[in-house]
């Protein structure tokens, strides 16, 4: 094919996907010159190629919409929702025929009349209906087009590049692989020959380069996620205009770069999961505005690099997802009995949302709802190492999190051996190796399980022989070394392995299908030995394992009751922003970072600091202008971790046991003297829920406890009501909101106001057993039945 | 032309032609990995240059053996299936060579392993042999590979 040809070929089809973009950003701006400058610029230099390349049909459309636009740009002419999706047609036909010609080599034959009348439709006056179509006009305009060609290509000629044909970087990229290799051959051999310093000086030169040059190779397959992102405002405004939907869209972080397999294995679940925000999550304008929403949704889409991951959040201020009904749902596909659904966690009934065959649609549309979902996403995202998370806001929203590592091909793996096989496990999941010899770690066996104790933290233990198949010496006779780790729904659980290896840089490549269907493994890597090995999925594992619960059941409470032996009562005192003095828990701090404060910014809605390679939500503050670096306390739940920022640290103090509860619950926990001053004490359970943004208080069901006084309640209960989205009172609250809920003590008395079977009190026991046939209440450290009585009542109340 | 070339190899103990079309190369395996916990026909991962490979022993899709088996030296045919490549371990490789014949309908009640990665007949050398589709030797029917 002709040169020039190709050349405008590539050119128009890249600058047409991002142009899509700039057309919907203007429909949603009008008075937008800029973004209206760059579309117009784009159909002339298009309308101008068309003249010397002898392109008739291309030259007409071109010419319509370049009409249309200068219209607009003289204000001849509104650009109405009619005029944008008339250009928009056009675009759409310039680019299909483009397609065409690159196949076939030729302009096809066909009419465009429809769509050239489209776009003249609304235009007043007959002056230039007449002259769209004569090819005189479409001919004469290619003779300025030299200058209009340089205009539309602004900065981009400050960066020299050329264009390289997709399979010869993927040839030139394997033929490093094999050159690494080759080269690691050498060295072995270089090695056992005793060779001369002349060679193995060669060698060393020689081995430096090919490391060189097989970092270029890597980064030359490097894209900016721009490229991902650039068609996206396009489907929303497509999508939401099909359902009738006002949606508008935020994209922050597009100069992320990503290997670009990458990016191809990212497009269809990132449009998936938007298209599934705009048909499930969007609610119909009309109800937004009931609720007290802006008539518009919006989508908020942030990336971010965090170390060797990437981060790609989809955000949307729809309704959230329904528990109880994707439960139903579940219950309904047999993907879990009535009675296992009972038995499930929050976060196990929000998972429920990737089993296979659920879809949460009411009824399915042309947009999503067709059974084919989650589950897809996410096997295609862990397809190439990376991990979903979905963070659900019922009435406010939804937020799904991607995990990718940066690259499909090179991953920081740990080698473990196992009954004399060796296999790799990826260091991002493994959070710790501890020997078994160690005096932290105890091992029980309970009930056929077996436990490891670390440091008081109790975690499910699997033996990796016992996972492959493989025999299992006798544990206690030789040293074994415990990996702990995250499995699914981010329990943590023990890997025991009979040895830790090494830990080195691994090209990953996915394994054969009927492998990977096996779950316990994520794929194949070649290390230099030149023996094959397989990488470990410890999520699969701890799936087939079934540890899930076992793992999870009082993740909390064993870590609550292992730290507060160490340093119960212990507060750390610091320096607020605001000059204040304020104490906080020891227990919950993991540690205190000195963070810059251009770490810190404000993405998707909240704070956020980038810590080493972590992104960790940081609690709303004003950080004054003059600081140039900040403390961050990094707090832990056991689950996940938030920050809190501030100047810097005061001291380490013991808590007195009085403290004055606060006029309203909030993050201020109660006042205390220290030192003979009174300090405030943060609440760092109230941090942590209000980072997970729940209801706004008003709509909150309330929830009553009638011993405020009591430590525990106030310590412990009010704080895990709270997080899951009741408001709490307590008995001796004056003016307080009528109660939904009671909750009491066994040994309490009946509230006055209540009958001794009314539906709507929830009863609390010290002990684990209960203590009679008729004894309906609940053990107090039973969380998941607590909220599951409390999500029952309200329902029912 | 090309459409008429085999591969004439012994597949378990039997003489059986591939199309030089499904055929990718011929190799000597060294430094197999085991595959624990997967299907039996499976042997494990071997590596030609930078490519990693999984290892069938056609001996297991037959049914003429119950585990896996595969050695350093052994021969294995490499196949492309699905975007991987699998190496079929081969007890010899005899000959390339174009068949004039065409391909048969199966005649007679064939093994039930053999009936099931076998598509039709061909006459090689005055011999009828089998001609073996590698997608079924790679992905056997279920009731075959549990």
């Known amino acids: 094919m002709d040169e020039i040809l190709q050349e405008f070929l590539s050119e128009t089809a890249e600058t047409m996907e991002e142009i899509s973009g700039e057309i919907v950003a203007w429909e949603a701006d009008p008075a937008d010159r800029e973004r209206l400058d760059s579309i117009f610029r784009f159909v002339h230099t298009v309308k101008g190629s068309c003249g010397f390349l002898d392109l008739p049909r291309i030259g007409a459309l071109s010419h319509a919409a370049e009409d249309a636009l200068d219209a607009a740009r003289n204000g001849r ?60 006009t479409v001919i004469a305009a290619g003779a300025g087009s030299d200058q209009t060609i340089a205009a539309a290509q602004p900065a981009a000629q400050d960066w020299r590049t050329i264009r390289v044909p997709l399979n010869l970087l993927d040839s030139m990229m394997n033929g490093v692989s094999d050159m690494v290799l080759a080269r690691n051959e050498v060295a072995r051999v270089l090695r056992g020959d005793g060779n001369s310093g002349a060679v193995s000086g060669a060698f060393e030169r020689l081995s430096a380069s090919v490391a060189e040059m097989r970092n270029s190779v890597s980064q030359m397959r490097m894209q900016r996620i721009e490229k991902l992102f650039a068609p996206l405002p396009r489907l929303i405004r497509d999508v939401s205009n099909e359902l009738n939907k006002r949606v508008d869209v935020e994209i922050d972080g597009g100069a992320v770069e990503l290997d670009r397999e990458m990016i191809e294995s990212i497009r269809d679940p990132l449009t998936h999961i938007i298209r599934n925000a705009i048909d499930h999550g969007i609610e119909a304008p009309a109800d937004r505005l009931a609720k007290g929403k802006p008539e518009a949704g919006k989508i908020t889409l942030v990336a971010c690099q965090s170390g060797n991951q990437i981060i790609i959040e989809v955000h949307d201020d729809g309704a959230g997802i329904s528990t109880d009904r994707l439960v139903a749902k579940a219950v309904a596909a047999k993907i879990v009995t009535a009675s296992e659904a009972r038995a499930l966690t929050a976060t196990e009934k929000l998972n429920l949302i990737f089993s296979p065959g659920l879809t949460t649609a009411g009824e399915v549309t042309s947009i999503s709802g067709r059974g084919v979902g989650m589950d897809i996403v996410r096997a295609n995202i862990e397809r ?78 699997v033996y990796l022989e016992d996972v492959l198949g493989l025999d299992r010496p006798d544990a206690e006779s030789i040293d074994r070394a415990i990996i702990i780790t995250r499995g699914a729904g981010g329990h943590r659980y023990a890997l025991s392995v009979a040895d ?63 730290h507060n032996d160490d340093c119960r009562d212990q507060a750390l005192l610091f320096n607020d922003f605001d000059g204040a003095v304020r104490a906080i828990d020891l227990a919950v701090i993991d540690r205190v970072d000195e963070v810059p404060v251009a770490a810190i910014r404000r993405q998707g809605g909240r704070l956020r600091a980038l810590v080493g390679d972590q992104m960790i939500a940081v609690h709303d503050c004003t950080i004054p202008a003059d600081l140039t670096a900040i403390k961050l306390l990094r707090l832990n739940d056991g689950d996940a971790e938030v920050g809190y920022a501030m100047v810097d640290v005061v001291d380490v103090v013991r808590l007195p046991a009085s403290i004055a509860a606060p006029a309203q619950p909030g993050l201020i926990r109660g006042v205390t003297l220290i030192g003979g001053e009174p300090v405030e004490v943060i609440d760092p359970y109230w941090i942590f829920c209000s980072l997970g943004a729940s209801r706004p208080a008003e709509r909150q069901p309330v929830c009553r406890l009638t011993d405020g006084g009591d430590h525990w309640t106030r310590q412990f209960l009010a704080p895990l009501i709270a997080g899951a989205g009741y408001r709490v009172v307590y008995d001796e609250d004056e003016d307080a909101p009528t109660a939904d809920i009671v909750i009491a003590g066994d040994s309490d008395d009946q509230p006055d106001d209540m009958s001794a079977d009314d539906q709507s009190i929830l009863r609390l026991r010290k002990a684990e057993r209960p203590s009679g046939k008729g004894d309906r209440s609940i053990y107090r450290y039973d969380k998941d039945a607590i909220l599951g009585a409390l999500d029952r009542m309200t329902r029912t109340g | 032309m090309i459409e008429r070339l085999y591969l004439i190899a012994q597949l378990a103990g039997t003489r059986v032609a591939l199309r030089s079309s499904d055929v990718d190369s011929v190799v000597i395996v060294r430094n197999v990995t085991p595959v624990p916990q997967t299907q039996p026909h499976l042997v494990g991962l071997f590596a030609l240059r930078s490519r990693v490979m999984t290892l069938i022993d056609a001996r297991v899709v037959v049914g003429a053996d119950t585990a896996a088996h595969g050695a350093d030296g052994d021969k294995a045919i490499v196949v492309k299936v699905g975007g991987h490549a699998y190496g079929i371990i081969a007890d010899a490789v005899e000959d390339a060579c174009f068949l004039d014949g065409e391909e048969l309908p199966i005649r007679g009640k064939l093994s039930p392993g053999w009936r099931a990665i076998a598509e039709a007949m061909i006459e090689h050398a005055g011999e009828t042999v089998l001609v073996v589709n590698p997608e079924r030797l790679v992905n056997p029917p279920l009731a075959h590979a549990a």
Do not use: W
């Not at chain 1, 830990?503 to 990953?508: K, P, R």
């Not at chain 1, 316990?520 to 079934?546: C, F, H, K, W």
């Open chain 1, 77 to 136: 002419r509104d650009p109405t929702p009619a005029l944008v999706t008339a250009v928009l047609a056009v675009i759409d036909r310039i680019l299909s025929l483009t397609e065409e010609i690159a196949s076939s080599g030729s302009e096809p034959k066909g009419d465009d009349h429809a769509l050239i009348d489209a776009v003249h439709a609304d235009e007043s006056g007959a002056d230039t209906v007449g002259e769209v179509i004569q090819p005189g």
């Open chain 1, 500 to 562: 830790v290896f090494d830990h080195e840089e691994l090209v990953i490549k996915p394994a054969a299908p009927a492998i990977m269907a096996t779950g316990i493994y994520a794929g194949s890597t070649l290390p230099d030995n030149g023996r094959p090995m397989l990488l470990l999925d410890v999520t699969g594992i701890a799936e087939r394992q079934d540890i899930g619960s076992l793992g999870g059941q009082d993740d909390r409470a064993a870590e609550a009751v292992a």
């Open chain 1, 384 to 461: 190439i190492g990376g991990l979903v998370d979905i963070e659900n806001n019922p009435g406010n929203g939804l937020t799904v999190t991607m995990r990718v590592p940066l690259t499909l091909t090179i991953i920081s793996g740990l080698t473990v051996c196992a009954a004399d096989h060796v296999f790799a496990i990826p260091r991002a999941s493994v959070s710790e190796i501890i020997l078994q010899m160690n005096d932290s770690v105890r091992i029980d066996r309970a009930g056929g399980a077996d436990i490891a104790i670390v440091r008081g933290e109790r975690l499910a233990l």
